[in-house]
């Protein structure tokens, strides 16, 4: 079973910058897409961003041209990164392993426990 641990949450100001890192516990990482997902207080989860097992991406409305996602199948991990951050890009985010291409979290069926990302002055 995929296990998925994500880091690299922190509190930032607005305009700042972070990388999250989602390190999967096997190698096989690369057969899997995995996605990006936040769920801020009070709100459904929504998708951020994923990337196919042939580096195939695809970027929510709020992520594109703010953040990027990349995968280093050597290390077993995926990245967030995440520039330009704004007082709403403030949530839980988690990645998810799954076969589909897709930012329907309900299509995922491996999941981290999420890591805080906070944007404030």
């Known amino acids: 079973q995929l296990q998925l641990v994500e880091s690299g949450g922190g509190l930032v100001q607005p305009g700042g910058s972070l990388r999250l890192s989602c390190k999967a516990s096997?190698?096989?990482?690369?057969?899997?897409?995995i996605g990006w997902f936040r769920q801020a207080p009070g709100k459904e989860r929504e998708g951020v961003s994923c990337i196919s097992w042939d580096d195939s991406l695809y970027y929510s409305e709020s992520a594109t041209g703010r953040f990027t996602i990349s995968r280093d199948n050597a290390k077993n991990t995926v990245y967030l990164q995440m520039n330009s951050l704004k007082p709403e890009d403030t949530a839980v985010y988690y990645c998810?392993?799954?076969?589909?291409?897709?930012?329907?979290?309900?299509?995922?069926?491996?999941w981290g426990q999420g890591t805080q990302v906070t944007v404030a002055s």
């Open positions: 998810a392993g799954g076969t589909l291409l897709v930012l329907d979290p309900d299509e995922y069926d491996y």
């Open positions: 096997e190698s096989t990482l690369g057969y899997y897409a």
